[in-house]
């Protein structure tokens, strides 16, 4: 959550919440249940989330950072309802809200409550701005949504934990695992734009809250979003005891962090937490959040392993003037269109091609560093059962793809992640068997060039 200059750049639930919620996708045209039954957790083998009974989670995320301190509860269950009808099923929120996540500098509510009694004193919650927290998560359970909670965010709060001290800090963490230990749609993700984690000092009072709150709250994920331009959770050791899910952040091409994450030797789900947001130029980037640079990062990300990720726009992760005329954007309605592709298969079975050993040609460089936009490289993944295969083309062009990877016959489409329809390849079925070109159609829905290579077994 770029508060400097990439934004300034442009102008109680029970402890298990089931729900079936029918959520019409952008542009699908149909309904899509989605059961879920939280809290989640993290998969056998440690590479994606699912919940209670053991459905695989695709994070589909929204940044709504000031939800609880710029929202009254009837903005916000407008907003939760919009979200939902969008295909929306995490909301990444501050708990406490100051100016540097768009609300007002001394962190009071849409209705003037203050957090705490005496202010910036955390041994002093204050009964009703938590009252009012509690009620806005709640909205979202009912919506069979999980908020992504931060107990008390670094880009406006250190001081305050700095001032506040280590026990008092571990303090006020028991005091939130206590208070949300029954709320099922929770995931506790500390941090945001945490750019001094190095420093000991600082690492240790956002290291005592999470602390505090484990200490009480054995259910829920923990997680933590470091700092920009480029970080991940499981680059700061002294969190690996906390930590049960693995968050990136860039504004580089996303493949490459979420790569890295995925190849540790001690890995844990990794998703997305942040990159360029919808509307805003985005920081040591030369690319704006136009539509086309956002299917790039996202993507890029699910086809390099992660288990979802969080969209952001400009308007409402501060909830600015217009905010309402901004929610159903090019951008929000896009994502649903990559949750239209990825929701009815096996996403979380996909192996990233690595190795080039599917795409073995025409897969452009790839890069950890520079503007989304500059690179061409084509991420790719496959089921090991050879049942699946797909590939993100951001230029367009010819690849060519060894079929023996898959089980034949093969059937083989583009999918136009701009308007969520598919185009049959010519000759379709083919043999698996040897190496085949294929040619992106040219422009899609939108224009641009970008198209994925679906391969399935017949």
Not at 84 to 92: H, I, M, P, Q, V
Request: hydrophobic share 40%; glycine share 10%; aromatic share 12%.
């Amino acid at each position: 959550m770029r508060r400097c200059a990439a934004r300034l750049a442009v102008l109680s639930g029970a402890l298990l919440v089931p729900g079936v919620v029918t959520a019409t996708l952008p542009g699908s045209g149909h309904a899509q249940p989605q059961r879920y039954v939280y809290p989640l957790k993290v998969s056998s083998n440690r590479r994606y989330l699912v919940d209670q009974r053991g459905r695989p989670f695709m994070v589909v995320g929204d940044s709504p950072h000031s939800l609880i301190g710029n929202l009254s509860l009837k903005d916000a269950a407008a907003y939760i309802a919009d979200r939902k009808a969008a295909g929306f099923n995490s909301l990444l929120v501050q708990l406490l809200c100051v100016k540097y996540a768009g609300c007002r500098p001394d962190g009071t509510n849409a209705s003037g409550i203050t957090p705490f009694t005496t202010p910036d004193d955390l041994a002093t919650p204050n009964p009703a701005y938590f009252a009012h927290a509690d009620a806005v998560i709640r909205l979202a359970a009912k919506a069979n949504i999980v908020v992504f909670l931060d107990p008390i965010e670094t880009g406006g709060w250190l001081g305050v934990l700095r001032r506040n001290g280590v026990q008092k800090d571990y303090a006020y963490g028991r005091f939130l695992g206590e208070r949300y230990k029954r709320f099922g749609n929770i995931v506790w993700a500390s941090g945001n734009d945490f750019q001094t984690w190095q420093n000991p000092s600082d690492d240790a009072v956002v290291l005592a809250v999470a602390k505090g709150i484990g200490s009480v709250d054995h259910v829920h994920l923990q997680t933590i979003e470091l700092n920009y331009m480029v970080s991940a959770s499981l680059d700061d050791p002294r969190w690996r005891s906390v930590v049960t899910l693995d968050s990136a952040y860039t504004y580089s091409p996303t493949y490459a962090e979420v790569l890295k994450e995925y190849d540790r030797s001690s890995f844990m789900p990794v998703d997305m937490i942040e990159a360029g947001y919808e509307f805003e130029q985005n920081l040591g980037s030369i690319s704006y959040g136009n539509p086309d640079t956002l299917r790039r990062q996202e993507y890029w990300s699910m086809l390099a392993g992660a288990t979802g990720q969080f969209y952001g726009n400009h308007y409402t992760w501060r909830f600015a003037d217009g905010w309402k005329q901004h929610l159903d954007s090019d951008g929000s309605r896009q994502i649903g269109y990559l949750v239209k592709l990825f929701a009815g298969r096996p996403w979380f079975r996909l192996v990233p091609d690595q190795e080039h050993t599917l795409v073995t040609a025409g897969y452009g460089q790839p890069s950890a560093e520079g503007s989304v936009d500059s690179s061409d490289y084509v991420t790719a993944a496959a089921t090991r059962d050879g049942r699946l295969a797909v590939a993100y083309l951001p230029d367009g062009g010819t690849i060519t793809v060894d079929l023996a990877r898959l089980k034949g016959p093969v059937r083989a489409s583009w999918y136009d992640p701009t308007s969520g329809t598919y185009t049959s390849v010519p000759g379709a079925p083919f043999r698996s068997a040897g190496g085949r070109a294929f040619t992106a159609p040219g422009k899609n829905a939108d224009g641009e060039s970008d198209w994925l290579l679906v391969l399935t077994a017949a």
